[in-house]
């Protein structure tokens, strides 16, 4: 299969890219599973002008008119992708190579998961992956997050907002100080051991630690950092940075001719509306790009 562009992704940043370019007449291909999207799963109530929507209805929605648009949405992995002189030569799941000019890499990023009892049973009836997405479904309830840098000190501090009881799980001191003594003054309280078993027969109830400690709650927020999909990246010369995130200039230009990046894999806010802004800035970049624009 040819292509002028080929989109890593299908999640909110691919689909808009896709659909941006496919509007400025460059042939497109979308790799990805709108399964393995973040949003696949999730319920979105802080999109502009959207009331609250199921995350899959937006992804099926933003896939017809990406396919409408003129995309061709595969719904497939890339295996692999490598660089011949100006063309990149991509391999999708059935072995079928994907020649294009350019490529934008809207691959995500994968929440490090604790790997306890519970976590994956009770995954969306009470554990979380996102403090700053779920907070407001637990106005009055009580929340613990679990984890150990300051991503997970910042998302305790903010908790206390919403929650009747904070509680911050950690059992390595590895977050900023003075992020540390905000959340302890924002009164969060603090347990230091590692947690073994998230409890609950249909939803969270409780959380244990390994010195005991059971800590009665509704809600647990597994805020681990992420490691993202950045590898394939690799192949066509961009480093990713110590994060594994994708360094990308206003254009979403990576630095590397003809590839691009947008979405969670350039960075945070770990959220739609900027993996959408930015999946239209990509897509019109690749799309000038190789139209010669720029
Ligand atoms: C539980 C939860 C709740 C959330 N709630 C909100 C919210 O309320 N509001 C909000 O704004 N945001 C929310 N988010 C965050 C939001 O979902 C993400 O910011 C958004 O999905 C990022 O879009 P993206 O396109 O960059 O990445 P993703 O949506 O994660 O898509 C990544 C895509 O890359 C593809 N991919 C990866 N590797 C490959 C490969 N090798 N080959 C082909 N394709 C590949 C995947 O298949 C997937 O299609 C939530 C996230 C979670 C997990």
Redesign the pocket.
């Known amino acids: 299969m040819d292509a002028d562009i080929l989109v ?7 689909i808009q890219a896709a659909i941006h370019a496919s509007r400025k007449k460059a042939s497109v291909v979308v ?4 399964s ?4 696949s ?7 502009m002008g959207v009331p609250a929507t199921d ?1 899959d209805l937006l992804l099926s929605t933003g896939a017809t008119q990406a396919r409408e648009a003129g995309a061709t949405v595969t719904g497939m ?2 295996l692999s992708i490598r660089r011949d002189g100006d063309v990149f030569e991509a391999v999708l799941e059935d072995g079928e190579p994907v020649r294009s000019k350019a490529v934008v890499f ?4 994968s ?1 490090r998961k604790l790997g306890v009892p519970g976590e994956k049973e009770l995954f969306g009836k009470g554990v ?3 403090a700053v ?2 907070c407001n479904f637990y106005k009055g309830r009580r929340a613990v997050i679990v984890g150990n840098d300051s991503e997970a000190a910042v998302s305790a501090e903010m908790m206390t907002s919403y929650a009747s009881e904070t509680s911050w799980v950690f059992w390595e001191e590895e977050a900023d100080p003075s992020l540390i003594s905000r959340a302890k003054d924002a009164g969060v309280s603090m347990h230091r051991s590692r947690p073994v078993s998230i409890d609950g027969s249909d939803k969270v109830e409780s959380i244990t630690l390994e010195d005991g400690t059971v800590i009665p709650t509704d809600g647990v927020f597994i805020e681990l950092g992420a490691k993202s ?1 950045a590898d ?1 990246a690799m192949d066509v010369d961009v480093m990713p940075e110590m994060d594994d995130s994708i360094k990308v200039d206003q254009g979403c230009f990576t630095g590397v001719p003809g590839v691009y990046a ?4 350039t960075g945070k806010p ?6 959408v802004g930015q999946g239209c800035v990509a897509g019109t970049s690749a799309a000038d790009f190789v139209k010669g624009l720029r």
């Open positions: 890593i992704g299908c999640g909110p940043a691919g790799a990805g599973k709108q393995a999207s973040a949003l799963g999730a319920l979105i109530e802080n999109y995350g992995n890339i809207a691959t995500g990023i929440r979380s992956y996102c997405c779920d999909a394939l947008c979405g969670d894999v770990w959220q739609m509306a900027r993996a």
